[in-house]
């Protein structure tokens, strides 16, 4: 039973590039989310999708930062430009419908702006 | 709206001994509560949850928590813990109807022989 897939693992890029980060859900999952991590601030909720449509994009941080999910089976979070503050680990999570269903959580993309 | 506290960022212990992880929640409305373990280099993966019935809630690995509504508390606690168990811990609380998550801060239990 797969789990959610993250990819890349790693991302190392120059300030001012654009940084794609990709996720795929577990099947069958209505909820994706989107989160950040970092020493200073924690985890913070990004963005959230429900049935593919936007819920909440309170947590985006600029407008540099961006997200889409296509269908159910994919989605990206983007940076552009990216710049150094933008490094952390970025983490991708599903669940199914209801707030008694836990999210299921990715291994993250630790994303490193120089 | 939902909060979450957890006021230990970090915990040393001895191997073997037990440990508290302490957790306390505000809410206007009914809660479901969680706890999440992250080990290095890894997602946060679900370690227990409350929903409903039996206030007392157990892991497959010793952990255990307790739900308790008079005081919105739900500590985490192992009575003997093994070095494996070092990691991070996260309390997260959603009310009922609604669609995320709110999570602590964290909090680094460290383990030493």
């Known amino acids: 039973d797969a789990g959610v897939i993250q990819s890349p693992r790693h991302e190392v890029t120059e300030m001012g590039q654009e940084v794609t980060l990709r996720c795929k859900p577990i099947?069958?999952?209505?909820?994706l989310f989107w989160y950040r991590q970092t020493m200073m601030r924690g985890l913070e909720l990004l963005i959230y999708f429900n049935n593919n449509v936007p819920i909440d994009d309170s947590g985006m941080p600029e407008d540099r930062f961006s997200a889409k999910m296509p269908n159910a089976s994919f989605s990206t979070l983007k940076i552009q430009p990216s710049e150094p503050r933008d490094s952390a680990v970025y983490f991708c999570?599903?669940?199914?419908?209801?707030?008694?269903?836990?999210?299921?959580f990715g291994d993250g993309t630790r994303l490193s702006i120089l | 709206a939902q909060s979450v506290t957890q006021l230990d960022s970090q915990v040393p212990v001895f191997e073997e001994a037990p440990v508290e992880l302490r957790c306390n929640y505000s809410?206007?409305?009914?809660?479901?509560l969680f706890w999440y373990v992250q080990y290095p280099n890894q997602g946060l993966q679900l370690l227990l949850k409350?929903?409903?019935?039996?206030?007392l809630v157990e892991s497959i690995n010793g952990f255990e928590a307790e739900f308790n509504k008079s005081q919105t508390s739900f500590h985490l606690r192992k009575p003997s813990v093994h070095i494996s168990d070092t990691a991070e811990y996260f309390c997260a609380v959603s009310g009922y109807n609604t669609d995320k998550l709110i999570f602590g801060t964290g909090t680094r239990l460290q383990v030493f022989p």
């Open positions: 409350y929903l409903s019935g039996s206030t």
């Open positions: 999570a599903s669940s199914l419908a209801y707030s008694n269903q836990p999210q299921h």
């Open positions: 099947s069958g999952h209505d909820y």
């Open positions: 809410s206007s409305v009914s809660v479901y």
